[in-house]
């Protein structure tokens, strides 16, 4: 299918912006029951669509796990809808809050309301959950919800946009399809909350687009992930583990490790522990239904010229291809490559990689493993390895990231009881559960006076009775 044949023109998309914005101004707090079918309505389309979904994405990626993406696009989904369903009436209360001792018998108060139109631009590697999943949250903090999904997923942006329109009014939720540029004009509108979720280089494009309306963002962008093998490590336990992080979609995940910090002289272990994990992970890569294909051809170009970068520079390439098959011509699938010896100057390095190679740096101290992730930007995601419980206080009290899995890869990402979201350049803002709910709404502080009050002493003609009352409540705070 070509994206051509299902572009929202600039007045539909102008039309849909207006609707929405209308609509809220007439229901300005919908109440727990509308928004309670919202969300069931949303979980009907996914089980109606499922089908439907999990083959559209199969044929955009020219070949995708269908077990993949059962599990971290609807599973996610229907997991983040259920947790919002059970806790939704309890989000939606007023919460009473402390009132300093100087200022009652008044008390305070704070009155979650939505915030209006809230739009989202989602990416192609989780084309489904990274559209809806921060709808959820949206929608159950009472928000009109607009959603412009990726031109590089067509098939599963039309079927998306032709199911939403069957199971809501537009004026509730839409989806609006196109290419880049209707990505570009999105962003320009004057959204209540706009959330993306990218590059970091795009990102930085979105903000400054919405700082012209002053459109507060969620950022949700990505960077170099590391994962850290401690000197304590397991390896059989931890090089499988690593493996499936790296290896789920091909390594086209957001949180998925971009590379890998070793201690010095366990690399023969690890190349031999790894690839044993491979041969059981995916004991053939070209016709495998569990391997997936890497979305475009410029996208594996790209891959391809970072493995040839890094090969010029000096990087061993060590491939992890068990069934030794030719994947150089006729497939969209890349051979999982390990990248030994890589430095920082080579673009893999530089570069979010988002593909199933992994860069290894070795490294003597853990003083030095921990300059080395400080001396880049701030990650969306750090994995540590390892059974030292003093090493693991230690990397997270002195490293930044938007999330952490201790032990494991990318199970951060999937509680509904945990915020997610990213740290200086790997985004801003956090959504799932409470935090979603919260992130989409205005939590209106209300102080709220009572008939006894003493702030009658605090009004003019001033005396030294406020004097004296005042000198009181300073010693008091």
Same mark, same amino acid.
């Given at each position: 299918?070509?994206?051509?044949?299902?572009?929202?023109?600039?007045?539909?998309?102008?039309?849909?912006?207006?609707?929405?914005?209308?609509?809220?101004?007439?229901?300005?707090?919908?109440?727990?029951?509308?928004?309670?079918?919202?969300?069931?309505?949303?979980?009907?389309?996914?089980?109606?669509?499922?089908?439907?979904?999990?083959?559209?994405?199969?044929? @955009?990626?020219?070949?995708?796990?269908?077990?993949?993406?059962?599990?971290?696009?609807?599973?996610?989904?229907?997991?983040?809808?259920? %947790?919002?369903?059970?806790?939704?009436?309890?989000?939606?209360?007023?919460?009473?809050?402390?009132?300093?001792?100087?200022?009652?018998?008044?008390?305070?108060?704070?009155?979650?309301?939505?915030?209006?139109?809230?739009?989202?631009?989602?990416?192609?590697?989780?084309?489904?959950?990274?559209?809806?999943?921060?709808?959820?949250?949206?929608?159950?903090?009472?928000?009109?919800?607009?959603?412009?999904?990726?031109?590089?997923?067509?098939?599963?942006?039309?079927?998306?946009?032709?199911?939403?329109?069957?199971?809501?009014?537009?004026?509730?939720?839409?989806?609006?399809?196109?290419?880049?540029?209707?990505?570009?004009?999105?962003?320009?509108?004057?959204?209540?909350?706009?959330?993306?979720?990218?590059?970091?280089?795009?990102?930085? $494009?979105?903000?400054?687009?919405?700082?012209?309306?002053?459109?507060?963002?969620?950022?949700?962008?990505?960077? $170099?992930?590391?994962?850290?093998?401690?000197?304590?490590?397991?390896?059989?336990?931890?090089?499988?583990?690593?493996?499936?992080? $790296?290896?789920?979609?091909?390594?086209?995940?957001?949180?998925?490790?971009?590379?890998?910090?070793?201690?010095?002289?366990?690399?023969?272990?690890?190349?031999?522990?790894?690839?044993?994990?491979?041969?059981?992970?995916?004991?053939?890569?070209?016709?495998n239904p569990d391997y997936t294909a890497i979305v475009s051809d410029g996208h594996r170009r790209r891959l391809q010229a970072l493995l040839d970068d890094a090969?010029?520079?000096?990087?061993?390439?060590?491939?992890?291809?068990?069934?030794?098959?030719?994947?150089?011509?006729?497939?969209? $699938?890349?051979?999982?490559?390990?990248?030994?010896?890589?430095?920082?100057?080579?673009?893999?390095?530089?570069?979010?990689?988002?593909?199933?190679?992994?860069?290894?740096?070795? /490294? @003597?101290?853990?003083?030095?493993?921990?300059?080395?992730?400080?001396?880049?930007?701030?990650?969306l995601a750090l994995y540590w390895f390892g059974r030292d419980a003093a090493a693991r206080e230690r990397v997270l009290r002195d490293t930044h990231a938007g999330?952490?899995?201790?032990?494991?890869?990318?199970?951060?990402?999937?509680?509904?009881?945990?915020?997610?979201?990213?740290?200086?350049?790997?985004?801003?803002?956090? /959504? %799932?559960?409470?935090?979603?709910?919260?992130?989409?709404?205005?939590?209106?502080?209300? /102080?709220?006076?009572?008939?006894?009050?003493?702030?009658?002493?605090?009004?003019?003609? /001033?005396?030294?009775?406020?004097?004296?009352?005042?000198?009181?409540?300073?010693?008091?705070?």
């Open positions: 299918m070509r994206t051509e044949q299902f572009l929202t023109t600039d007045d539909a998309l102008g039309q849909a912006f207006a609707a929405q914005r209308a609509a809220f101004a007439a229901d300005r707090h919908p109440s727990f029951s509308q928004r309670l079918s919202r969300l069931q309505r949303l979980q009907q389309l996914l089980q109606a669509h499922e089908a439907e979904f999990v083959e559209a994405i199969r044929a @955009d990626f020219g070949g995708r796990s269908t077990h993949e993406t059962r599990l971290a696009e609807l599973f996610v989904l229907e997991a983040g809808l259920s %947790h919002a369903r059970r806790h939704l009436r309890r989000w939606m209360r007023q919460r009473r809050v402390r009132t300093a001792l100087h200022f009652r018998p008044g008390h305070n108060r704070l009155l979650p309301q939505p915030l209006g139109v809230v739009g989202i631009v989602a990416p192609w590697n989780y084309p489904l959950q990274l559209a809806l999943g921060p709808a959820v949250a949206a929608l159950a903090a009472g928000n009109r919800v607009l959603i412009k999904p990726s031109e590089l997923t067509p098939r599963l942006s039309a079927a998306l946009a032709a199911a939403v329109a069957r199971h809501f009014h537009p004026t509730e939720l839409c989806v609006l399809t196109g290419d880049a540029e209707l990505s570009r004009r999105f962003c320009a509108l004057p959204f209540d909350h706009l959330v993306f979720t990218g590059s970091t280089a795009v990102g930085r $494009k979105v903000a400054q687009a919405a700082a012209a309306n002053l459109t507060p963002v969620t950022l949700e962008l990505g960077g $170099k992930s590391p994962a850290l093998f401690d000197a304590s490590v397991d390896l059989a336990q931890a090089v499988p583990r690593l493996a499936v992080g $790296k290896l789920f979609n091909a390594g086209q995940t957001c949180i998925a490790p971009d590379y890998l910090l070793l201690p010095r002289g366990m690399t023969d272990a690890l190349v031999q522990h790894l690839q044993q994990a491979v041969a059981r992970l995916y004991p053939t890569l070209r016709d090969r010029d520079c000096g990087a061993r390439l060590v491939p992890l291809n068990p069934a030794g098959e030719d994947l150089q011509s006729g497939t969209p $699938k890349l051979v999982p490559t390990l990248l030994l010896g890589a430095t920082p100057a080579m673009r893999v390095m530089q570069e979010e990689i988002f593909g199933p190679l992994l860069p290894v740096v070795t /490294y @003597d101290t853990l003083d030095e493993a921990l300059a080395f992730i400080n001396a880049g930007d701030r990650p999330g952490v899995t201790v032990n494991d890869c990318l199970w951060h990402m999937g509680q509904e009881d945990q915020p997610f979201g990213g740290v200086g350049a790997s985004g801003q803002g956090a /959504y %799932h559960g409470q935090w979603g709910f919260d992130r989409f709404s205005h939590l209106k502080p209300v /102080y709220q006076q009572s008939r006894f009050t003493g702030a009658v002493l605090f009004r003019p003609p /001033y005396s030294r009775l406020f004097e004296r009352l005042l000198g009181v409540l300073r010693r008091w705070v």
